[in-house]
């Protein structure tokens, strides 16, 4: 028997990844992305996201792999949100190449400002998101640490030296990874944040009808609408 429910809940988000994709963005002003500014449960949004300056800690970038795609991007924002909303003011997002325009429209759509390019990770650290194999990290990979990884692919080829953090499971996105761990926290994400993680879980779901969709991927995506 068709399941009915899920069934209008697939059209509901269909119909939210096409009106992202399709709705032309509200003019913002370019804003430099050094770190998202440290925010508390229930936090609130208006059209832009507040930034602060550098601070006196060393950062600690949030990454995806070499081609962004919209989930490895976003999943880095909302990671980089999250850790700063806990306190983490050191956290900040940012990107391993160009972006591809279904992820420029999101970011458009939802007023996020584009994260930083970053080329090495020589000195750096970092936080993986999306990937955990060489070939698709930093070409210098090994000269960073590489302090957490959050990942619903394959066990990868990139090996750390320490433990770590590494998060990895059968979903069908990472963004599904980082909006649970904003309810386990008990923090709601603001909407641009909540739009930019479904938006993220949409795309690699196509819209929940892919293969790899999983349950809880379902359960997350009704939570961010």
């Known amino acids: 028997m068709p399941n009915h429910g899920q069934s209008s809940i697939s059209k509901a988000l ?10 032309k963005a509200p003019e913002s002003p370019t804003i430099g992305l050094p770190r998202i500014a440290r925010v508390r449960h229930h936090c609130r949004l208006n059209r832009s996201l507040v930034f602060e300056g550098p601070t006196m800690q060393e950062p600690i970038f949030v990454i995806g792999h070499k081609h962004p795609d919209t989930d490895s991007v976003c999943s880095a924002i909302g990671y980089a949100f999250l ?17 591809n325009s279904e992820t420029h429209h999101v970011l458009q759509r939802f007023s996020l400002p584009i994260p930083d390019l970053l080329t090495s990770a020589a000195g750096r650290q970092l ?8 070939a698709q ?8 640490t590489v302090l957490e990884i959050w990942e619903h692919h394959r066990i990868g080829d990139l090996q750390i030296p320490n433990p770590i953090t590494f998060h990895c499971e059968p979903v069908g996105a990472t963004a599904t990874l ?10 709601s994400p603001p909407p641009a944040i909540a739009g930019a993680l479904l938006a993220a879980i949409l795309s690699d779901t196509l819209v929940l009808e892919s293969p ?9 995506a009704p939570r961010l609408a």
């Open 14 to 23: 269909a119909n939210f990844l096409s009106l992202i994709l399709t709705r």
């Open 83 to 99: 850790r700063n909303a806990l306190g983490d003011v050191e956290v900040r997002p940012a990107r391993a190449g160009d972006l």
């Open 127 to 134: 936080i993986l998101v999306d990937h955990n194999e060489i």
């Open 137 to 144: 990290a930093l070409d210098d990979i090994r000269l960073g």
């Open 178 to 187: 980082i909006a649970e761990q904003f309810f386990l926290n008990g923090i």
């Open 212 to 220: 790899t969709t999983s349950a809880k991927d379902r359960r997350m």
